[in-house]
């Protein structure tokens, strides 16, 4: 990349002006969003399926009803996500096989089962909770479109948190049994919704360059201790234990001192080794060839309507 340019690409983002689809972009800005937003598109799309799992034994209507609009809610934000990647040049099929053939990644949160009734709970105050921490902060992200998107999506994520935040209290204040699932819940989760803000900073490749041309806006270990310090009040509040023995307040910090999650579990699951991995990929794949023919369709239909208007 010319030089020149580069100064005055990043000279406009350091004063904080949006990069748009049609606006000079370095390569690697480009290659960065794609793969980010692609990979935030697809988190979207298969954090389906965990949640998807238990609509039809949801305990009560409004529960029921609850869940699945936040479900269809996450296929929206898919929807918006990968729109947003396909300003920079590179079509949804194309991003679909590369989830499908391993070249694209989802939310190492996603590999993951989703065991019993609390866990629709524990999944939305604590896997919500941690994507509205990365996300509140890519409302400002460089990207004219991604952050855009960030602004619609982060709104419903909030909900999201509330309804699985209300499912803990109500587990909560249940019976014994109850209370056990949703300690149970959050032993199983704890960790995992820690690896969602991803390595540590010193084994971070992106961060740094991400930052510079704020794709980024936080290091991944900030944003971590900040979703910790918000949690610990809340699961105090449920009457609920952090699995997590180290777990203590820091007066000079003014934060939580805690145990890091298992990296090398973290990197398997990253290399499709998750409890879920082969499952999630599996179904991805079912709904792609299922889909095989509406795409066809849609292709037939459009390629009729170009020759009609040509003739
Ligand atoms: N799950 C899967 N892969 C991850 C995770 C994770 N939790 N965290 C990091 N990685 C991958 C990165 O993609 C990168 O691999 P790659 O080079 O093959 O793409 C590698 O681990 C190294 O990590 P970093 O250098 O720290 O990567 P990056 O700068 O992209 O930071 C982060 C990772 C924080 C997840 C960033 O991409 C981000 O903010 N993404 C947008 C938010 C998002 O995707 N949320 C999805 C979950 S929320 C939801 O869907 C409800």
């Known amino acids: 990349d010319d030089p020149e340019l580069l100064a005055a690409f990043q000279a406009r983002i350091d004063a904080g002006e949006k990069i748009e689809p049609k606006d000079w972009m370095p390569e690697g800005y480009r290659k960065t969003l794609i793969r980010q937003i692609g990979q935030h598109a697809h988190s979207e799309i298969v954090g389906q399926l965990p949640e998807g799992n238990w609509i039809t034994r949801a305990p009560t209507l409004e529960r029921k009803a609850i869940l699945l609009a936040k479900v269809q809610d996450e296929a929206g934000h898919g929807l918006y996500l990968y729109c947003a990647a396909e300003t920079l040049g590179i079509s949804r099929d194309e991003m679909t096989e590369m989830l499908l053939d391993g070249r694209m990644k989802y939310s190492s949160i996603f590999a993951y089962p989703t065991l019993t009734w609390a866990d629709m709970g524990a999944v939305?105050?604590?896997?919500?909770?941690?994507?509205?921490?990365?996300?509140?902060?890519?409302?400002?992200?460089?990207?004219?479109?991604?952050?855009?998107?960030?602004?619609?999506?982060?709104?419903?994520?909030?909900?999201?948190?509330?309804?699985?935040?209300d499912v803990m209290m109500k587990m909560c204040a249940g019976t014994d049994a109850q209370k056990r699932m949703a300690q149970d819940a959050?032993?199983?989760?704890?960790?995992?919704?820690?690896?969602m803000f991803g390595p540590s900073d010193k084994d971070s490749v992106h961060s740094s360059q991400s930052?510079?041309?704020?794709?980024?806006?936080?290091?991944?270990?900030?944003?971590?201790?900040?979703?910790?310090?918000?949690?610990?009040?809340?699961a105090e509040y449920l009457g609920l234990t952090i699995p997590d023995e180290t777990l203590k307040w820091n007066d000079k910090k003014k934060g939580y001192d805690f145990a890091e999650p298992d990296w090398e579990e973290f990197f398997d699951v990253l290399k499709g080794n998750g409890p879920c991995s082969t499952d999630r990929i599996a179904t991805r794949q079912k709904a792609w060839d299922d889909g095989a023919w509406v795409r066809e369709a849609m292709?037939?239909?459009?390629?009729?309507?170009?020759?009609?208007?040509?003739?």
């Open 124 to 165: 939305g105050w604590l896997v919500d909770g941690a994507a509205i921490m990365n996300q509140v902060p890519l409302q400002r992200t460089s990207f004219g479109p991604y952050s855009r998107a960030m602004i619609r999506v982060c709104k419903e994520e909030s909900f999201h948190q509330r309804q699985g935040f």
């Open 186 to 195: 959050l032993n199983r989760l704890w960790f995992p919704s820690l690896m």
């Open 211 to 234: 930052m510079a041309w704020k794709i980024k806006m936080n290091t991944n270990d900030e944003l971590r201790q900040k979703f910790v310090d918000q949690t610990v009040p809340q």
């Open 299 to 311: 292709n037939a239909h459009a390629d009729k309507k170009a020759a009609a208007k040509v003739a």
